[in-house]
Every structure is written in structure tokens, then in C-alpha cells.
């Protein structure tokens, strides 16, 4: 019954779409019926409502539809969503401000003379529009009107001419910032978390160990990191078009001639050209560079494109009047005084120590008031002018309305279809597909198109992604990122605007275009630009770093990078410091020698033994490496061998699990059946599907190879060797590096120590006076200062017992006085080996310590270097198969 209800889910789903029902309410539409017709067939026919559903019952989906809904409107980690409506309104504002119609000008004018210039320039302002307005609707019907006719009277090919149009109106799709990839990226985040733990059990099952190593879990992802994936993408679209464009006009020169400019090419139209070009470029480089280098998050990247948005508004409003561009020139000068603040004196409003600290910041608080003024004074203009603001308030509240509904109707949806078993349905449909991961995603994509044919991105993205994700995202031979596969979808998706008969850019364009360009014009128009899409999704699908990489390269060059001890970075690192072992490893050997040969006899024991064993752990690196590679190379040995086995051994695994659920499923029901005795005929029915079931499962663990166990334990056993190898040399290269750092740090310490001399004296004349919680205080607070100071634990210990003196119930002065006494000796040691040691030792460890801080203490050190950040961004950007640890 599970099935038919299920079946009747989506004949509702498709019947209400088909008859022009609002998707808003189509999809909560169908949940709620189908969920009500279940539950009351449950209740009628087995005195359960609960007895039709695959998973829970109707209570279960509707605390589901609960969380929901608690999740986009109050969980505060959520917050992704927020960026929607202000990437909205900095769109609409900047279309209903005519900015789009002087790009289209002005670019038609400067390429125009090249032959198909004209087409090309559509292209190249469609991605600018993309990457500041997003609204595929106005962009499409902004060019429809503005270049269409021109491209017509120039006698274009209608085809070539109304498809450039609406492809390139199709770019805001995936060109950052983007709706779509903002739902994508919510979407992916929930996805994310069931795949994870799906893996955690796939890998407790395989392996028997509890828990899985951090590096293997699936890597989430944020709106941010899915503009920065496909930022390349995007990139690449645009100039596939161009190329395709290009091409077709030296082939074709009659179907896109060049369109000469009756004007001159002075300095009068390159400042229009600048004008038109560089306030949208500035407001792209704002808005996508300010999350690119990790200064503003996406929803504050949103509110600064917002703002841009108006006071762009206001002088494009006002165009031609004496004090047009009064607010613009009034908000650049107040940026531009407040980065100069910035970068001459640290603003920091909840640490203002100083009397300068607090003049710096009334300057910087008059900027912002300036800027203040300039925002609300184009604000103003807007409101006034042709009631501009009010209008795209609108349309900002209907754009977001409308997204944020058909979000909570596709969870209810969702929840529907995971509840009749529709997931597991899909789950084992894409599993039993022969091929692996690329067969399942292929499907995935193929279904995604044809959905495209007749549903809208939000309903493909809300609907379809929650359920297939976290099976791609499961598969550990592919072990793709979200990122990856997020952009993978966008670019699918964004063919769902022109595919006939329901693509939207072709809707849009047709109720500007002129009687004379036909339909089927407009259908063959698009044709090459969907083969061009699919071209770029084949592109990007072979070469993950084309999205990766972006991401990767942020995440380890910000202000909030991983240290290199992540264990997601160690593969990358290692492989990197290997390969610089093998081309650097004589000066390494080299600079060890030379160490050997410093004078460490005045050190401490302890330091000088930790010096001499940290050279011995450098030495043996070497010897770490060779044992790397050769447990590396036993395990790739047997890798070729043992592939196809442990494949075939996991899908038998696999099999046999899923009828280890269904046995239980048939248990329960039979439990329910006999109970009641009143279907005979049905409990004989599931007896004898338990039996049958039964018996697959033994043939199932019958068709295990032999040679199973026995090869398994031989790869595990080479595959913990290789992994022992790899924890040993990390021990190694840990402490044949630390033992160093610490003890530069000490020498370079000695200034600080000595500075604390006389202080540490005077505790022997506090200590003699009458107040002693005084004494107890100035005791720790030097003692603090000290205890900050590397290698001098032994005198703080003992003003530690000093203290402890002080703060007995009958307090022994005497006892702290002779504590302090051993700590001034102890200071007194201290610095007389300090002080030489500057002088003789320090530039020699410093020499060391150079060169071997990028490959034996890269581990250690706070953050990746940026030449070693680069080459670990472009090792983790490629997906690595990680199979054989499961």
C-alpha cells in the first residue's frame, strides 16, 4: 500500500503543476492529501494510521513539517536564507534604475563594428548583469527589448539573435551572487549531515571500528563556497558563448554581420563607456570580492550590494541634473576616508585603551555618518523619483515570499515522499545501477534535465536535491564534495530557463519579441546554447578543480585557515613534503649536519638533550619516508586485485542488508498480523515471503568468495601498515621540530626575562609588608607575566610556591622568602645561558630552523604558508577515492 500511496503523491503533484495550480501550494497541496488519505485508510482498513507509511506515521511527518518550518524562519544557524531578499532588491533596484539599458548601449556600440559583435556584446552583458542583478526575467526582457530590434534592423539570424538573448539572460543562474545557488547551498547543508552519517555507518559496518577518521567525512558547504565554485564555471559559460558566437559569424557572416557606430570613438564615449562599465564592476568587486577574501560573509555581502544598489539608483535617477551624482560622490569619499582610518589606526570600539583610540574612532563614526547621509539621501530619490523604492520593495517581498513558501511546501513534500518509502526507492533503484557513482550521476543529471523541461530551478532544487544528494554524497569511491556537486546541479538546472516548452527566458522573451520572429525560431535559438551548457557540465564534471579549487584556495589563504595539523590536509601535506624531500633533501641532510656542530654544552640538561634528540627524530625522517612508501607501494601492490573483490563483496553486503530491513519490516507486520487473526490469507502471504526472503539471504552469503576473509585481512593488514607509517612520521617530524622552536623561542625570550629581574627582586620587600592579600597579588601577577615567557617554568613554579605560602590560613613569610630567593637563582641561571646563547647559538638554530620549517615543521606551524597553501589547495581540489578504508 506504501507504493500506491506514493504513486498517488506524485499523480497529485503532477496533476495540480499540469493544471496551472501555484507551485506554492501544489506541493504542501499534495503532502497534505495524500498523508490524510493514508492515515484514514490505515485507520479504517488496519486500525492503525500509521499502517500505510513506510517510515513514522502522520504525526511523525508533521513534527517533521514542524522543524521545518522552524528551521527557515527561526533556527539562528540557518541564516543563509537571509541573503535572498537583499540579493533581490540589489537586483530589481538596479534593473528599475535602467543601469542594464545603458550596459546594453553602450557594449553594442564598443563591439559592435566586430563582426558578430553585437551578439557577443549581449553575452558579455548578460554576465555583468548576472553578477549584479540575478533576475533572469528582467535581464531577459531588458536585452529582449533593447537589443532584439537592433540586432533585427542588422539583420541577425532570428535564431542566432533570440537565442544569444536568452542564454545570456540565463547566466544570472550560476554567475555569483545567485538565487539559486544560495537554495542549493541550504539544501546541500542538510544533505550533507544525512550523508555524513550514512557514511559513519557504511564504514562501522565495513571496518567494525566505531569511529571514522575526520578525513573521511563529507565535507559541508556554504553559500560563500558555492559562489566561489562557480565563479569559474560561470567564467567559462561566458566565453564558450563568445567562442560559439564568434565562430558562427565566420562560418555564417551573413546571419551576424557587423554593426558599424555613426558616432566617433573619443573621450566622450569612453567616459559614457566608463561610466556605464565601472559602477557595476565596482559594485561586482565589492560585492563577490569582499566574500572572495573573506571580509563579509554572504548575507553582509548582500547588504553592501543593497546599498550599492541605491545610491546607484540615485544619480541613474536623476541623470542630467546639476547635483546628480552629489550622494555617489558624497559615499565614495566617506569609503574612501574610512579605509584610510582603518589603515592608519586600528578601529576597535570594544578595546578603546587610549585617548588617540578614541579620536581615531569619532573620525571614523563621521565618515560612516557621511556615508549614512549619502545612503539615505539616494534612498530619498528613489522614493521620490517614479516611486521606485516602494515598487521594488514589492517585488522584493513577492520574489521572496514566493521562494520561501515553495521551501516549506517541497520540505512537506519531501517529508511525504521519504514517508511512503520513496527514498529508499531511489536509493536502491541508484545503487543496483552497474557502474558505480558516474552511472548514479549520470541518471541524477538526465532526470534534472528533463525535469528542466517542465518545472521551474526552486522546485528542482527544493524537491529533487534533498533526496538524491546524500546518496552522491554517500559514495566514497567518488567522494565528491558538496560544492562540486551543488554547481554540477546549478549548471543543470540552469538549462531548465531554456528548454521547450516551458522554459522561462524563452516565455520571457517571446512577450517582447516581435510578431515577426517565430517561435520556432526562438526553440532552434536555443539548441546550441543547451549543447553548450551540457558541454560546460561535461567540462566541470571531469575536472573538479575548476570548482574546488576557489574554495579550497580561500578556505586555507583566510583568516580563519585550518592549521596544517587538520587531518583533512595531511594526505596533500605529506605528499608535498615528500615530494620536496626528494628534490631538497640534500640541504636538509645538509643543514642537520651543520646543527650537529653548534655549541649547546652551557644549555640546560633537559634542553640540550631535547636539541640533540630533536636532530636525531630530523635524521630519521628519512628513513619514515622510505617506510611510507614502501607500505605505499605493498598496498598499491594489491590494489588492482583487490578492487573488483571488494566490490563485488560490499554490493553482495549491501544486498544482504537490505533484506535484513525488509525481514524486519515483514517481522513487525507479521507480529501485527497474527495478532489480530483476522487476514489469514495475508499472514501466509508474509510467511511465505519471509521464507523466500530468507533463503536469497542465504545464497546471498553463499556467493561470497572463499578467498574473502583471507584477502580482506591481507589488504587491512598492508593498509594499517601504511597508515602506522604515516602516524609514526607525523610523531617524528612533530618532535624533531617543536624541541627546536621552543628553544629559539626561549633565547629569544632573554630580553623579557631580564626586563622581569628587578621585579622578581622587589617580591622579597612585598612579601616582608603588613598587607598580605597585597602581597599574594603582586606575587601572581608576576608570576603570570613570567609564566608567559617559554622555558622559564622553573621559576614560576616557585613563585608559585610562594604564593601558596602567602595564602595558608597563618601565613609563612619566611617559607615565601626562601621561595623566591630559589626563583631569582633560578632566573639568574636563566639568563646567563639566555644571554650566551643569543649571542653564539640563536643565528645557527635560526638557519635551521629555516630551512627545515616548510617541510619537517610545516606541521607545526600556526597556519600554511601561502606557497604551501596553493599546492595543498590544488591537491585537495581533485576528489580522491577513498573506497578501499570501507
Not at 554581420?257 to 573621450?267: I, N, R, T
Not at 517529508?415 to 529508499?424: N, V
Not at 622552536?741 to 622581569?756: G, V
Request: neutral net charge; proline residues 5%.
Amino acid at each position: 500500500m506504501e507504493l500506491f500511496f506514493l504513486f498517488l503523491l506524485l499523480v497529485i503533484m503532477a496533476g495540480a503543476l499540469a493544471s496551472g495550480f501555484p507551485v506554492a501550494f501544489a506541493l504542501p497541496g499534495s503532502a497534505i492529501l495524500t498523508i490524510s488519505l493514508a492515515a484514514l485508510a490505515g485507520y479504517l482498513f488496519a486500525g492503525d494510521p500509521s499502517a500505510y507509511f513506510s517510515q513514522g506515521g502522520p504525526v511523525d511527518w508533521l513534527t517533521a513539517g514542524v522543524t521545518n518550518f522552524r528551521g527557515v524562519y527561526w533556527e539562528v544557524e540557518r541564516d543563509t536564507l537571509i541573503a535572498i531578499p537583499l540579493f533581490v532588491f540589489m537586483g530589481i533596484m538596479l534593473q528599475r534604475s535602467r543601469i542594464a539599458e545603458d550596459l546594453l548601449v553602450t557594449m553594442a556600440q564598443l563591439f559592435g563594428p566586430v563582426r558578430g559583435g553585437l551578439g557577443m556584446s549581449v553575452v558579455f552583458v548578460g554576465a555583468l548583469l548576472a553578477a549584479t542583478t540575478g533576475i533572469v526575467g528582467a535581464t531577459v526582457v531588458a536585452m529582449g527589448l533593447i537589443s532584439l530590434p537592433a540586432m533585427l534592423r542588422n539583420n541577425y539570424s532570428h535564431p542566432l539573435a533570440t537565442g544569444t538573448i536568452a542564454a545570456s539572460g540565463t547566466l544570472g543562474q550560476i554567475i555569483p551572487p545567485s538565487i539559486v545557488l544560495i537554495i542549493l547551498a541550504d539544501q546541500l547543508a542538510g544533505a550533507v549531515d544525512q550523508a555524513s552519517n550514512a557514511r559513519k555507518a557504511l564504514y562501522k559496518a565495513g571496518t567494525g571500528e566505531l569511529a571514522m577518521p575526520s578525513e573521511f567525512g563529507v565535507a559541508s558547504t556554504s553559500a560563500g563556497e558555492m559562489f566561489l565554485g562557480a565563479f569559474v564555471p560561470g567564467l567559462i559559460l561566458v566565453g564558450v558563448y563568445m567562442v560559439f558566437i564568434a565562430i558562427y559569424a565566420v562560418i555564417r557572416p551573413k546571419a551576424a554581420p557587423s554593426v558599424p557606430y555613426d558616432g566617433e570613438y573619443d573621450l566622450r564615449f569612453a567616459g559614457r563607456v566608463a561610466l556605464a562599465l565601472v559602477p557595476p564592476l565596482t559594485l561586482i568587486f565589492v560585492v563577490l570580492g569582499s566574500i572572495i577574501m573573506g571580509i563579509a560573509t554572504v548575507n553582509q555581502a548582500g547588504a553592501i550590494g543593497a546599498a550599492g544598489a541605491i545610491i546607484m539608483a540615485g544619480y541613474r535617477l536623476r541623470e542630467g541634473h546639476p547635483r546628480a551624482y552629489w550622494p555617489a560622490t558624497l559615499a565614495v569619499l566617506s569609503i574612501a576616508a574610512i579605509i584610510t582610518i582603518t589603515r592608519l589606526h586600528p578601529i576597535n570600539i570594544k578595546n578603546l585603551a587610549t585617548e588617540a583610540d578614541m579620536v581615531w574612532l569619532l573620525i571614523a563614526l563621521s565618515a560612516v555618518a557621511v556615508f549614512l547621509v549619502a545612503l539615505i539621501w539616494s534612498g530619498w530619490r528613489t522614493l521620490r523619483i517614479e516611486d521606485t523604492l516602494r515598487g521594488v520593495m514589492i517585488e522584493t517581498a513577492k520574489t521572496t515570499s514566493l521562494v520561501f513558501i515553495i521551501l516549506l511546501g517541497a520540505a512537506m513534500l519531501t517529508a511525504a515522499f521519504r514517508a511512503f518509502g520513496g527514498e529508499e526507492l531511489v536509493r536502491e533503484f541508484l545503487t543496483s545501477l552497474p557502474g558505480g557513482f558516474w552511472a548514479q550521476f549520470v541518471i541524477v543529471m538526465a532526470v534534472i534535465f528533463i525535469l528542466g523541461f517542465f518545472l521551474d530551478f526552486i522546485e528542482i532544487a527544493v524537491v529533487v536535491v534533498p533526496i538524491v544528494a546524500p546518496i552522491l554524497l554517500l559514495d566514497p569511491s567518488a567522494n565528491v564534495t558538496a560544492v562540486w556537486l551543488g554547481v554540477m546541479i546549478g549548471l543543470n538546472i540552469q538549462t531548465s530557463f531554456l528548454t521547450p516548452p516551458f522554459g522561462f527566458a524563452l516565455f520571457y522573451l517571446r512577450g517582447v519579441a516581435p510578431a515577426v520572429v517565430k517561435t520556432i525560431s526562438m526553440y532552434k535559438g536555443v539548441v546550441p546554447f543547451i549543447a553548450l551548457q551540457l558541454l560546460a557540465l561535461v567540462v566541470v564534471g571531469l575536472y573538479p578543480p575548476l570548482v574546488n579549487y576557489l574554495p579550497t584556495r580561500m578556505s586555507l589563504l583566510g583568516e580563519t585557515a585550518p592549521p596544517p595539523l587538520n587531518p583533512r590536509l595531511q594526505y596533500c601535506i605529506e605528499g608535498y613534503v615528500f615530494e620536496a624531500f626528494r628534490t631538497d633533501g640534500e640541504r636538509i641532510r645538509s643543514a642537520i649536519e651543520t646543527a650537529r656542530g653548534l655549541d649547546v654544552s652551557y644549555l640546560p640538561k633537559k634542553s640540550g638533550s631535547e636539541f640533540k634528540g630533536a636532530l636525531d627524530k630530523a635524521e630519521s625522517v628519512f628513513a619514515r619516508l622510505d617506510a611510507i612508501e614502501q607500505a605505499e607501494t605493498a598496498r598499491n601492490g594489491r590494489v588492482d586485485a583487490y578492487r573488483p573483490l571488494h566490490a563485488q563483496v560490499r554490493g553482495i553486503q549491501a544486498d544482504i542488508a537490505k533484506i535484513d530491513r525488509e525481514l524486519k519490516e515483514l517481522d513487525r507486520e507479521l507480529d501485527r498480523v497474527s495478532r489480530t487473526g483476522t487476514e489469514p490469507a495475508r499472514q501466509e502471504a508474509l510467511e511465505s515471503r519471509i521464507e523466500a526472503l530468507k533463503a536469497e539471504r542465504a545464497e546471498l552469503t553463499a556467493a561470497i568468495p572463499q578467498n574473502w576473509d583471507a584477502e580482506h585481512k591481507a589488504f587491512q593488514k598492508l593498509q594499517k601498515a601504511e597508515t602506522a607509517a604515516r602516524r609514526t612520521y607525523r610523531r617524528t617530524v612533530d618532535d624533531a621540530y617543536e624541541p627546536i622552536a621552543n628553544l629559539i623561542a626561549a633565547i629569544e625570550d632573554s630580553a623579557s626575562l631580564a626586563a622581569l629581574e628587578s621585579e622578581v627582586r622587589g617580591l622579597l620587600q612585598v612579601i616582608q609588608g603588613p598587607d598580605t592579600a597585597q602581597a599574594v597579588a603582586r606575587v601572581s601577577e608576576v608570576r603570570g607575566r613570567v609564566g608567559k615567557i617559554e622555558g622559564a617554568r622553573a621559576i614560576a613554579s616557585q613563585l608559585a610556591k610562594a604564593r601558596r605560602e602567602l595564602r595558608r590560613r597563618t601565613p609563612q613569610p619566611e617559607k615565601a622568602r626562601a621561595a623566591i630567593e630559589k626563583a631569582i637563582q633560578a632566573l639568574q641561571e636563566d639568563l646567563s645561558w639566555r644571554q650566551r646563547a643569543v649571542r653564539e647559538l640563536l643565528p645557527g638554530l635560526q638557519a635551521y630552523e629555516a630551512t627545515i620549517r616548510d617541510t619537517i615543521g610545516l606541521r607545526r606551524q600556526p597556519r600554511l604558508p601561502r606557497e604551501q597553501a596553493l599546492e595543498i589547495a590544488g591537491c585537495n581540489s581533485v576528489h580522491r577515492d577513498i573506497s578501499l578504508s570501507f
